[in-house]
């Protein structure tokens, strides 16, 4: 039984490719069994490694991808990030989000996909919790929440998807817990009167810096709990990334020691992990910093987390998927004579969050 739990979460984390069959082996997570849909039956016909999917610069070759697989597999292969720095294949286990195998999730896997004689629901109702956390946990679990997704999933027209926080993020499940765990772990408490003066706050800010021709003031007004500017010949770079449906948008803003928004930049990955996300964020700042020349620079954002992965090879990701971005990230602040990566609270990473 252990044996075919362990085999149910075993997944290959992509690093060159080289020792990957794209056709035997598991290493799209999700893919069911990890494994890629074939386009036809003829495109199993051509075999070969998953570095053969990749174009010179690391890239996915997009134009193999969509003559081999599935438009779903695909798209799943997208997002997987690929990496510039040397990294070895290996084998995780895609029960444990930072793919080590335990105890508990693997328990976990096994009980979600159990027989029928145990439904999970029947642990859910007779457990001693209130009974309308059962039912808001079940409606949760069925995706019966009144939220703008689950809306629009049973073709019902929903005008605003937006949440009325202001974050920049469309209305689900997911966002939901998001600010559920804003509320907990930050004792934020959320009111429309202050979210609708925040987003007024901030899109003067941002309308101060930028015009359609780019910037026009040349200079910030930096107050205590908004903007701090750097040393003299240091460059602060600010990212951040929101993440809609199963893509992610980021925004990379660099400014000088007297506030000069010198770039603006922004991206988008497909990905729906604010892990993965947030470093290719910091990854864009950095890759922005070298095209530029800049020797000295500081990377703030808010996400602590990636933080602590950056700055200690010892703290482990909290997913295994971001591995090949961290990976570049260490590669790159190398190039640099000095860089330093920094935490700041959300409101202060206002302009970053805004693009």
């Not at 029960?95 to 693997?106: D, I, L, M, Y």
């Given at each position: 039984?252990?044996?075919?739990?362990?085999?149910?979460?075993?997944?290959?984390?992509?690093?060159?490719?080289?020792?990957?069959?794209?056709?035997?082996?598991?290493?799209?997570?999700?893919?069911?069994?990890?494994?890629?849909?074939?386009?036809?039956?003829?495109?199993?016909?051509?075999?070969?490694?998953?570095?053969?999917?990749?174009?010179?610069?690391?890239?996915?070759?997009?134009?193999?991808?969509?003559?081999?697989?599935?438009?779903?597999?695909?798209?799943?292969?997208?997002?997987?990030?690929?990496?510039?720095?040397?990294?070895?294949?290996?084998l995780i286990w895609?029960?444990?989000?930072?793919?080590?195998?335990?105890?508990?999730?693997?328990?976990?896997?096994?009980?979600?996909?159990?027989?029928?004689?145990?439904?999970?629901?029947?642990?859910?109702?007779?457990?001693?919790?209130?009974?309308?956390?059962?039912?808001?946990?079940?409606?949760?679990?069925?995706?019966?929440?009144?939220?703008?997704?689950?809306?629009?999933?049973?073709?019902?027209?929903?005008?605003?998807?937006?949440?009325?926080?202001?974050?920049?993020?469309?209305?689900?499940?997911?966002?939901?817990?998001?600010?559920?765990?804003?509320?907990?772990?930050?004792?934020?408490?959320?009111?429309?009167?202050?979210?609708?003066?925040?987003?007024?706050?901030?899109?003067?800010?941002?309308?101060?810096?930028?015009?359609?021709?780019?910037?026009?003031?040349?200079?910030i007004h930096c107050?205590?709990?908004?903007?701090?500017?750097?040393?003299?010949?240091?460059?602060?770079?600010?990212?951040?990334?929101?993440?809609?449906?199963?893509?992610?948008?980021?925004?990379?803003?660099?400014?000088?020691?007297?506030?000069?928004?010198?770039?603006?930049?922004?991206?988008?990955?497909?990905?729906?992990?604010?892990?993965?996300?947030?470093?290719?964020?910091?990854?864009?700042?950095?890759?922005?910093?070298?095209?530029?020349?800049?020797?000295?620079?500081?990377?703030e954002l808010d996400?602590?987390?990636?933080?602590?992965?950056?700055?200690?090879?010892?703290?482990?990701?909290?997913?295994?998927?971001?591995?090949?971005?961290?990976?570049?990230?260490?590669?790159?602040?190398?190039?640099?004579?000095?860089?330093?990566?920094?935490?700041?609270?959300?409101?202060?990473?206002?302009?970053?969050?805004?693009?």
């Amino acid at each position: 039984m252990t044996r075919q739990i362990l085999e149910k979460g075993l997944c290959y984390r992509v690093g060159s490719g080289d020792s990957i069959d794209y056709w035997e082996d598991p290493w799209i997570p999700n893919n069911p069994s990890f494994k890629p849909i074939p386009r036809s039956e003829e495109a199993r016909n051509e075999l070969g490694s998953v570095s053969s999917l990749k174009c010179p610069d690391g890239n996915w070759n997009v134009e193999k991808l969509t003559r081999h697989f599935s438009g779903e597999t695909a798209r799943n292969i997208l997002k997987i990030p690929f990496t510039n720095t040397p990294l070895e294949d290996a084998l995780i286990w895609n029960g444990n989000t930072n793919g080590t195998f335990s105890v508990k999730p693997a328990f976990m896997l096994e009980f979600w996909n159990g027989s029928s004689t145990s439904p999970p629901w029947k642990f859910l109702w007779s457990s001693k919790i209130h009974e309308r956390h059962k039912f808001f946990l079940w409606k949760l679990a069925n995706g019966g929440l009144t939220k703008a997704t689950n809306l629009q999933r049973r073709n019902i027209e929903v005008q605003c998807k937006d949440c009325i926080h202001g974050c920049g993020s469309i209305e689900s499940d997911a966002h939901l817990w998001h600010i559920r765990n804003i509320a907990k772990m930050e004792n934020k408490i959320f009111s429309l009167d202050s979210t609708m003066s925040t987003l007024n706050h901030r899109f003067t800010e941002f309308r101060s810096l930028v015009s359609r021709d780019g910037p026009v003031s040349p200079h910030i007004h930096c107050t205590k709990n908004i903007w701090r500017k750097p040393s003299e010949h240091c460059i602060k770079i600010n990212s951040d990334a929101a993440v809609k449906d199963d893509t992610s948008f980021i925004g990379v803003v660099a400014r000088d020691h007297l506030g000069t928004v010198l770039e603006l930049k922004a991206a988008q990955l497909l990905t729906d992990i604010a892990e993965l996300a947030e470093a290719y964020g910091v990854l864009q700042g950095l890759i922005l910093a070298k095209e530029k020349g800049w020797t000295k620079v500081l990377l703030e954002l808010d996400a602590r987390n990636i933080i602590l992965q950056i700055q200690s090879h010892d703290t482990p990701s909290t997913r295994w998927l971001p591995a090949g971005v961290f990976a570049d990230i260490q590669r790159l602040r190398n190039d640099f004579q000095e860089v330093r990566f920094t935490w700041i609270p959300r409101e202060e990473n206002f302009l970053a969050q805004f693009l």
